[in-house]
């Protein structure tokens, strides 16, 4: 099976659309969403509604969706993405909100083949950018091979023969062949709101057929998206992040 694995959409109707059409050349018969839908863009209806045609999915929440849907108040952000949560949290369709608030929470298991979360297998919240932080996640999971996004940064981590190994993702397209005698952490990157000063969504394929996870990036529409977020009276921050990557 061809899986689409997509992270921190946030919102981005633009990106997420230019996401959906680069997969397609993959025939993909499965999507997997590993959190935050919404917060920070200024769509997330349109995108929402997306989501919830896609079939087959499985998707979780993510921290900001949690906050979006009521489930948190959102006092441990900081001042411009809480703002921008409880924008969203008002602007959401009663449906959308409720599609959100359902959304399973990390950790899941797909298939018997991987498992997914947002921040870490243990924490939703938790980040994991360092090695210590990577080797506590492979201490508390047993988990061969696991996806895990809220960094928006695409990473390989990898454990094997008493070793941990982390990798950047560089801005071109990347494969990697899983060997069954490691395991593996892999960050797809985000689709809304990249953070590694590419401004390209980042998506990956997992093959389940060949073992191989396959990174791309892609171009899209970044003026419109500044455009609604500044006409929603969202922070100017938002929309100048995005043509940074940062």
């Given at each position: 099976?061809?899986?689409?694995i ?10 997420l659309?230019?996401?959906l059409?680069r ?20 769509s ?81 919240d ?6 210590l932080?990577?080797l ?19 990473a390989i ?26 395991r ?9 709101q ?8 980042s ?7 060949e ?7 892609v171009?899209?529409?970044i003026k ?23």
């Amino acid at each position: 099976m061809k899986y689409l694995i997509i992270s921190d959409i946030h919102g981005n109707l633009e990106a997420l659309q230019s996401v959906l059409l680069r997969a397609k050349s993959f025939r993909v018969d499965k999507y997997i969403i590993l959190g935050d839908l919404v917060g920070y863009g200024a769509s997330p209806n349109e995108v929402t509604d997306i989501v919830r045609k896609m079939t087959p999915i499985v998707a979780i929440r993510g921290n900001h969706d949690k906050v979006a849907a009521g489930l948190s108040n959102g006092l441990d952000f900081n001042y411009v993405a809480r703002e921008a949560a409880l924008w969203t949290r008002r602007e959401l369709f009663p449906e959308n909100r409720d599609y959100i608030r359902q959304l399973l929470q990390g950790p899941v298991e797909v298939d018997g083949l991987f498992e997914i979360v947002h921040g870490s297998p243990w924490d939703e919240d938790y980040y994991i950018f360092h090695h210590l932080q990577a080797l506590a996640a492979f201490r508390r999971s047993d988990g061969w091979l696991t996806f895990f996004g809220h960094t928006h940064i695409p990473a390989i981590w990898t454990f094997g023969n008493n070793e941990l190994r982390g990798e950047a993702i560089p801005d071109e397209n990347y494969e990697l062949s899983l060997e069954k005698d490691k395991r593996y952490l892999i960050n797809p990157g985000a689709v809304g709101q990249p953070r590694d000063y590419i401004p390209k969504s980042s998506l990956a394929i997992f093959d389940s057929d060949e073992m191989k996870i396959r990174f791309f990036r892609v171009n899209y529409d970044i003026k419109s998206a500044q455009t609604k977020i500044l006409k929603a009276g969202l922070d100017e921050f938002l929309a100048e992040r995005l043509a940074i990557g940062s």
